[in-house]
């Protein structure tokens, strides 16, 4: 019932995105201007929250400059009067979110729900409406048109038994994973797995080769590793596609994921305020999605940052979702426009995301052997032990890693729960010969782009270890 339903809403919508594509970009940009009106309209009738915060506007005609900046502090701040269905209650959703059974199941049996995780600050909850959801899902499947696969092939091997495999932090309602579990059910793939990125990685190459997947979804810097597995012959999995998101997909991981595999990679540009922002392009550079989003890069003070130059931050408006309206959201993330159109001839505005770009950290066993270690894994064990949301993981030496905790009343408790969290990570990953050091630093923001990256390798005179 719910699958046949939702496959139509998703067949439906990914015909409308193509053919407005199709169209041209005058009717993307005439699309998303409809989608805005329709937006600030709906928020305004529904939402306590947008209703006081735009009294006083013309009651129609709005471009998005004539409208406030909202941030996640105020948003969760005001949580009951920004959502637009009075029957969602940050209590009742907190309390659903706080049963880990449950990830990727409906809450009030329509929405999906999930909560923001990494160095955001502020924790985020996110609920998503049937169209949002069957949008998003929409706009994957345009991508991968896009990208000249033969996207019906790789429909057609997943839905006949290909099998698909999520590589994600999974224990805790974060968006890739429940959505990868609603997709799960929605759809008819004959199997589909989620592997745990906390797994050491003989573990997870072990795994992959008993499934087989067909398509594997995960990180940048995971993908990268299992590309040296595959390159190596530890790693022996044939796909027909990758899937990459959540970290920057740098031009030369992409050629050594591609390469390995001899299957493309889609890169996405998501979060979890919108799951699908852009996605990659063959020069490098992320396509927005711009009839569904509207992404203003900005200043620090909000005003507009000339294409080329690189953003403080970027406002983003998410035309998918009616139930908790973003308009002129405060995301956080650095970009650059690129300010003439891109060689790969797609005319949707492109962009670059500064940042988003963690080390993958190599360390030496004490038998002399190398671990290679991914990013999301080290950040998620230290999230999910101590709960906290800025931190950074710096790795000085072969075998040795610094913790910095921000100073306060959290400092102790957060340092005995993430200490004794790692050394247990690193102890399966055969590496409890690697110290874990608290930092007397606070967290450090990267001078050039002003964000905190959570993983850093900054080894002296960056000796001692070798690729492999
Ligand atoms: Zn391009």
Redesign the pocket.
């Known amino acids: 019932m719910e699958s046949s339903a939702a496959f139509w809403s998703l067949v439906t919508r990914a015909s409308e995105i193509y053919w407005t594509r199709r169209a041209g970009i005058s009717a993307v940009n005439a699309a998303r201007r409809r989608r805005f009106d329709a937006l600030v309209a709906h928020a305004r009738a529904h939402s306590p929250f947008y209703r006081a915060s735009y009294r006083g506007l013309p009651t129609s005609g709005l471009s998005p400059s004539d409208l406030p900046v909202v941030t996640k502090s105020t948003l969760m701040a005001n949580f009951d009067a920004w959502v637009t269905d009075p029957k969602v209650r940050l209590r009742d959703v907190a309390r659903f979110l706080g049963d880990h059974d449950h990830v990727g199941e409906l809450y009030l049996d329509r929405y999906l729900v999930w909560k923001s995780s990494g160095s955001t600050g502020t924790p985020g909850i996110y609920v998503q409406d049937a169209d949002a959801v069957a949008t998003y899902d929409a706009l994957v499947t345009a991508q991968l048109d896009n990208r000249g696969w033969d996207a019906q092939a790789v429909w057609r091997t997943v839905s006949e038994g290909g099998r698909a495999a999520l590589i994600a932090a999974t224990g805790d309602h974060f968006a890739s994973i429940a959505s990868w579990r609603r997709v799960c059910r929605a759809h008819p793939w004959r199997s589909a797995r989620s592997f745990s990125v906390l797994e050491p990685l003989p573990g997870l190459v072990a795994a992959l080769n008993a499934y087989q997947p067909a398509f594997v979804a995960s990180y940048p810097t995971l993908l990268q590793l299992l590309a040296e597995e595959q390159h190596a012959k530890r790693l022996r999995i044939n796909p027909v596609a990758l899937w990459s998101g959540g970290e920057r997909l740098t031009a030369a991981m992409r050629a050594t994921v591609e390469s390995a595999f001899g299957c493309p990679v889609a890169n996405e540009y998501g979060a979890s305020e919108c799951l699908s922002i852009a996605y990659g392009?063959?020069?490098g550079?992320l396509?927005v999605n711009a009839d569904w989003v509207l992404l203003e890069a900005v200043d620090r003070d909000y005003a507009p940052v000339a294409a080329g130059e690189v953003s403080h931050t970027v406002l983003l408006t998410n035309l998918a979702n009616r139930v908790q309206p973003l308009l002129r959201y405060d995301l956080g993330d650095s970009i650059v426009v690129k300010p003439e159109p891109?060689?790969?001839g797609?005319l949707l505005p492109?962009i670059q995301v500064e940042g988003r770009c963690d080390d993958v950290v190599t360390l030496r066993a004490s038998d002399g052997r190398v671990v290679r270690l991914p990013p999301m894994a080290l950040t998620t064990v230290v999230e999910e032990s101590a709960n906290v949301h800025r931190f950074q993981i710096v790795q000085n030496a072969a075998d040795r890693l610094h913790l910095r905790l921000e100073h306060g009343p959290e400092r102790d408790r957060a340092w005995a729960a993430a200490s004794a969290a790692l050394q247990a990570y690193l102890a399966e990953a055969m590496l409890p010969n690697v110290h874990v050091t608290l930092s007397p630093e606070a967290p450090i923001a990267d001078p050039r782009s002003g964000k905190l990256r959570e993983v850093i390798v900054a080894l002296q005179g960056s000796s001692s270890l070798p690729r492999d």
């Open positions: 392009c063959r020069e550079w396509h891109c060689a790969c797609n492109a």
